[in-house]
């Protein structure tokens, strides 16, 4: 009987300690539906449905392939964070430098040849894509190595900070989608969204570093 009454008291406590994580994780993952696909719905209403379709294959076609490579590396840092105490931050750097070194050839050369790519791989109805690519493709490249090691937050019920990142960039988006429209020029939109985006996964990664110095 004390044992069963030590495991309520106990039940009840972690209970307390993250009864909002949930409301926060779900809030939080419809915030982000929101954010991935504002861009889109922006693209198809002041612009053109076909240059939505082609940010949609430009995130099918690199974002895609390089979120399996970085999700296996994320999940098997994450593994060993879980099952560890204190300071992480070398653990969370040589991490990141691993998917540094990984990434930064792929993105040189997409960088440099992405509208010739697209032409030659989907075809030169999809030139535009290859545009939109070298506009995204360091954005891309910059969540290839911050976003992996950047769970920290959710390890350390940080949800809230999670919220924050997502509205701000829904925020940027519609900065970028009020100045495209004001200039009748969709690069416009597309490069005032990568430096929003690519902006806040810097923050992030160094605001994920922080917890792992101050974890005890």
Do not use: H
């Amino acid at each position: 009987n004390i044992l069963l009454k030590v495991n309520k008291l106990r039940m009840i406590a972690i209970g307390k300690k993250y009864k909002k994580f949930p409301l926060y994780f779900t809030f939080s993952a419809g915030i982000n539906s929101l954010a991935s696909s504002l861009i889109i719905i922006a693209l198809a209403i002041s612009f053109d449905p076909l240059l939505a379709g082609s940010y949609f294959l430009v995130v099918r076609a690199i974002r895609t392939p390089i979120s399996i490579i970085s999700n296996a590396i994320g999940n098997v840092f994450f593994e060993k964070v879980s099952k560890s105490r204190g300071d992480c931050s070398k653990l969370y750097i040589k991490t990141s430098m691993i998917l540094f070194l990984i990434g930064i050839i792929p993105t040189i050369l997409i960088f440099l040849y992405s509208s010739e790519l697209f032409i030659l791989i989907f075809g030169e109805q999809w030139e535009t894509a290859g545009r939109f690519a070298e506009v995204l493709v360091i954005m891309f490249f910059i969540s290839f190595f911050t976003i992996p090691v950047s769970q920290l937050s959710f390890l350390e019920q940080k949800a809230r900070y999670n919220i924050l990142w997502q509205i701000t960039l829904i925020i940027g988006t519609l900065i970028g989608w009020y100045y495209g429209v004001l200039y009748n020029e969709v690069y416009v939109f597309i490069i005032i969204y990568a430096i929003t985006q690519s902006l806040l996964y810097i923050f992030g990664f160094y605001y994920e570093y922080k917890l792992c110095k101050e974890r005890k």
